[in-house]
């Protein structure tokens, strides 16, 4: 079964495609339906779409699926809390699985979830969730460092959000000078970290900077993440540097996109990272108290990878 | 939350900022480098300084450390390098080299590379080195000045690696190898990244966990 009635699709669908295998997602096909949008689903699949839904917990139901000796349908999370109970009517529950209905929704068609900010995509039932958690339409996750925010949206939505619920600094400009200041700088036990939000060529950054420990040793670590896709946080470069004693530390990179937790960045040490006793050391006087400046910009640039160049190899 | 994580608190790390055009960061020609690193009190120093049977006494081999015990002035330690320890001698102010480790993972004790370097009629020494700092691999770049701390600080150096459309510079002073090659990195007084960070550089040119690290450099003298 497929998604559309043959009386909706437009004319130019040839009859070859209406036989179409269930399993061939065919572009021509797929753009041709994504031109209704959501007037797309109709009835017979609507309800079908439906069938699928669990009555508890109404979240879409995956293989096994089970139902009851009447015939209700339950999904597998929901069937170890119901104490051996359906819950549509009462009865004992068994161990029957509704076999019929996983089959019928192999051959269900949908559209992805974010249709409506913009996915023109439509996927077989059992990859549809795949695909919408990769989904590039999806809305993006809160950047603030710390406990996981479960607050989604778009960027405006999330610059707002970060400023007014997370007290967030706000700075427009694509430049940056920053002095950190810790009294007992051997307190780094907990990861502690900083997130300013920058404002400039009409988009979002976030510079974070951290306190953590790398193995045993502890450590500062300053990287900036894209409020935005990968794709185009590759325009932009950023550079942050560090430095006092006639010694200098300087960053070059790629911002990071948000889509990459800022944990997932930390731990890849994608950015500016200084021991500890190097970070007391740029401080300056007594070097007992953090007092680290770090500076920096944000330019539109796209990095290239290096091209080869003839140098001498020596093995290690 | 992930287990073992506790709610950080912002209240210990607090951010002042000024929102500026960048300015270049003075390089600050004060030289401190041994006050830190040493912890010495500036009397000693002074005294050692002063003391001009320091410029006389021999140099110890800056190649293994502990382990060669050749010592003697400048011209000899040259000779015993190139002789004795195989080291290369490159001509030139500015260098780039690109170092290569098959097994990455494998690496059990400190490995390290010595090359020498001639210019402005002195000679520095270029060391790389992959090591452990309290169980994280990592590697550091740093260059040592033969001859004392007097003169090694009239000179300014860079190293740079990179890769992958990132890029680390250090600009550092480079220290007299009346310093041990040890002092020196257990100090971190150099370019120094973790070996995540060095595979992050290299896997651009590569698929296999083999690290291909380009190191740049140069040497200049200050004023």
Known sequence: ?316 | MISGEVEPRITDLQIQSRVHELLDLPVCTNQMSSAIYHYQCPNEHTQELNNENTKKKPYNCPHSGSKCDGTGDIPWLLLHLRNDHNVEMHDGRSFSHRYVHHNPKHLHHATRMLTLLDCFGRQFCLYFEAFHLRKTPMYIAFVQFMGDEEEAMCFSYSLEVGGNGRKLTWQGVPRSIRDSHKTVRDSQDGLIITRKLALLFSSDNNSNKELKLKVSGRVWREQ
């Open chain 1, 1 to 316: 079964m497929v998604l559309m009635e043959t009386d909706t699709i437009e004319c130019a669908i040839d009859n070859d495609e209406i036989h179409l295998n269930n399993n061939n997602n065919n572009n021509k096909f797929s753009s041709t339906k994504s031109q209704g949008g959501a007037t797309v689903v109709i009835s017979p699949a609507t309800s079908v779409h439906e069938l699928l839904e669990c009555p508890v917990c109404t979240n879409s139901m995956y293989p096994p699926i089970h139902q009851c000796h009447n015939g209700h349908t339950l999904c597998s999370t929901c069937k170890t809390r119901v104490n051996n109970r359906c819950p549509t009517c009462r009865q004992e529950l068994g161990d029957i699985r509704c076999l019929a209905l996983e089959k019928v929704a192999e051959s269900l068609e949908l559209p992805c979830k974010f249709y409506n900010l913009g996915c023109p995509e439509i996927f077989p039932y059992y990859s549809k969730l795949k695909h919408e958690s990769l989904c590039n339409f999806r809305p993006f996750s809160c950047p603030y460092a710390g406990s996981d925010c479960p607050v989604v949206g778009d960027n405006t939505f999330l610059v707002a959000h970060l400023r007014d619920d997370h007290k967030v600094d706000m700075h427009t400009g694509c430049t940056f000078n920053h002095r950190y200041v810790k009294s007992n700088p051997r307190e780094v036990e907990n990861a502690t970290w900083m997130l300013t939000v920058f404002h400039c060529f009409g988009q979002y950054f976030c510079l974070h900077f951290e306190a953590f420990q790398l193995g045993m040793a502890p450590v500062y670590m300053a990287f900036l993440r894209f409020m935005g896709d990968e794709e185009d946080a590759r325009n932009y470069t950023y550079s942050l540097e560090v430095g006092g004693s006639g010694r200098k530390l300087t960053w070059e990179g790629t911002p990071r996109s948000i889509r990459d937790s800022h944990r997932k960045v930390r731990d890849s040490h994608d950015g500016l990272i200084i021991q500890r006793n190097m970070a007391l050391f740029f401080s300056g006087g007594e070097r007992k108290e953090l007092k680290l400046r770090v500076t920096g910009r944000i330019w539109k640039e796209q990095q290239n990878p290096d091209s080869g160049v003839c140098i001498p190899n020596l093995s290690v």
